[in-house]
DNA sequence: GCATCACCTAGAGG
DNA sequence: ACCTCTAGGTGAT
């Protein structure tokens, strides 16, 4: 056990949607990472756990859980307007975690088109068909599989998987990542932009990671990549930038994308304008900004009891502090 | 570049 | 009981 930051919510860091293999029973939160099973809670300002077959350290925990960011500072750095303050207010403590960067890079694949509990189920389904078998606190537990298990199954096994149209992708994936034509802990140590158009390359007019969008991209480098400045754009975050950060685009601009609204996408432009907008305006850390708006207006929809996004309007909501954006 | 449409599928809302 | 729509978008045309 070891004493955790001032600034560390096990519920908010783990129960966000960033990561998608861990579940809480009672005090305990259990999750598979790497290849072991992991029991983690915190109690009086300390943080206490368990794992199985391996034992952590407190250097393990550490590193997945990003104390190495001052994440105080980055609060700071980031706190730009009310919207943003109030987020980190509600939603204290949350923490990036590091993930690995092949499962995550599958787990976002399967997150198109599919909400949080789905997502969970798909991963679950590939690790139980296809990973190993743990037992801990007389349950049994699954590693993600490695990338040979995965590129060598075929895609009726993943569609068993309830994976869907995305099993060609991520047996696509798998097997361009299998024979080496894209190295991911190579990936890893590129700057931002040069990563991200790897990370989308076309070969012969084929992706070499199927199912890898601009928004897949910016998760991978977020969550496994190190890339803290990358700002994902999905729905939920378009939906800030037309109710609340209207000041920082031109008034065409936000018009076209309310009147998009409904409709599944945002075109490859759009969706460089906003992200490269939002990174200048956040800065370095954009990606915890992205984080925090995100999970803020998620469990807010949520609290309101509306259950999706068009009903879950903020009038008279969002205090249209537009002046408190005006200093960019 | 841009607009459309199809894509798996469980579960909520009507 | 049924039908319609949505959920961390992407790919093909």
């Given at each position: 056990?070891?004493?955790?930051?001032?600034?560390?919510?096990?519920?908010?860091?783990?129960?966000?949607?960033?990561?998608?293999?861990?579940?809480?029973?009672?005090?305990?939160?259990?999750?598979?990472?790497?290849?072991?099973?992991?029991?983690?809670?915190?109690?009086?300002?300390?943080?206490?756990?368990?794992?199985?077959?391996?034992?952590?350290?407190?250097?393990?925990?550490?590193?997945?859980?990003?104390?190495?960011?001052?994440?105080?500072?980055?609060?700071?750095?980031?706190?730009?307007?009310?919207?943003?303050?109030?987020?980190?207010?509600?939603?204290?403590?949350?923490?990036?975690?590091?993930?690995?960067?092949?499962?995550?890079?599958?787990?976002?694949?399967?997150?198109?088109?599919?909400?949080?509990?789905?997502?969970?189920?798909?991963?679950?389904?590939?690790?139980?068909k296809?990973?190993?078998?743990?037992?801990?606190?007389?349950?049994?537990?699954?590693?993600?599989?490695?990338?040979?298990?995965?590129?060598?199954t075929k895609i009726n096994e993943l569609k068993c998987c309830?994976l869907?149209?995305?099993s060609k992708?991520?047996l696509?994936?798998?097997?361009?990542?299998?024979?080496?034509?894209?190295?991911?802990?190579?990936?890893?140590?590129?700057?931002?932009?040069?990563?991200?158009?790897?990370?989308?390359?076309?070969?012969?007019?084929?992706?070499?990671?199927?199912?890898?969008?601009?928004?897949?991209?910016?998760?991978?480098?977020?969550?496994?990549?190190?890339?803290?400045?990358?700002?994902?754009?999905?729905?939920?975050?378009?939906?800030?930038?037309?109710?609340?950060?209207?000041?920082?685009?031109?008034?065409?601009?936000?018009?076209?994308?309310?009147?998009?609204?409904?409709?599944?996408?945002?075109?490859?432009?759009?969706?460089?304008?906003?992200?490269?907008?939002?990174?200048?305006?956040?800065?370095?850390?954009?990606?915890?900004?992205?984080?925090?708006?995100?999970?803020?207006?998620?469990?807010?929809?949520?609290?309101?009891?509306?259950?999706?996004?068009?009903?879950?309007?903020?009038?008279?909501?969002?205090?249209?502090?537009?002046?408190?954006?005006?200093?960019?």
């Amino acid at each position: 056990m070891i004493p955790a930051p001032e600034t560390f919510n096990l519920d908010h860091t783990l129960g966000c949607g960033q990561v998608f293999r861990w579940r809480k029973t009672g005090k305990w939160w259990y999750g598979v990472v790497e290849d072991k099973v992991i029991r983690i809670t915190k109690e009086n300002g300390s943080l206490h756990f368990y794992s199985q077959p391996e034992k952590i350290d407190s250097h393990f925990i550490k590193r997945y859980f990003r104390f190495d960011d001052d994440l105080q500072g980055i609060i700071s750095q980031i706190s730009k307007d009310e919207l943003i303050k109030d987020a980190v207010r509600k939603v204290r403590g949350l923490r990036i975690v590091r993930q690995e960067p092949w499962e995550c890079l599958i787990s976002y694949i399967c997150a198109t088109n599919a909400n949080i509990p789905r997502i969970k189920i798909m991963i679950e389904n590939i690790s139980r068909k296809f990973g190993e078998k743990i037992r801990f606190d007389r349950e049994e537990f699954y590693t993600f599989p490695k990338v040979q298990e995965l590129s060598r199954t075929k895609i009726n096994e993943l569609k068993c998987c309830n994976l869907g149209y995305r099993s060609k992708y991520v047996l696509d994936t798998a097997r361009n990542i299998s024979n080496g034509k894209i190295d991911l802990s190579e990936l890893q140590k590129l700057d931002y932009n040069t990563c991200k158009k790897f990370l989308l390359t076309k070969l012969k007019g084929k992706k070499l990671l199927p199912g890898v969008g601009q928004k897949v991209a910016d998760c991978i480098l977020l969550f496994s990549m190190e890339k803290t400045e990358a700002f994902p754009i999905d729905v939920w975050i378009v939906k800030a930038i037309t109710d609340f950060y209207q000041s920082l685009f031109n008034f065409s601009f936000i018009e076209k994308l309310k009147k998009q609204t409904g409709r599944k996408a945002i075109t490859i432009t759009d969706y460089d304008t906003i992200c490269s907008t939002m990174q200048k305006y956040f800065g370095k850390y954009a990606g915890y900004a992205q984080e925090y708006l995100f999970h803020y207006i998620r469990t807010k929809c949520q609290l309101n009891g509306k259950k999706t996004r068009d009903k879950c309007i903020y009038a008279g909501y969002w205090k249209l502090d537009l002046e408190a954006l005006s200093g960019i």
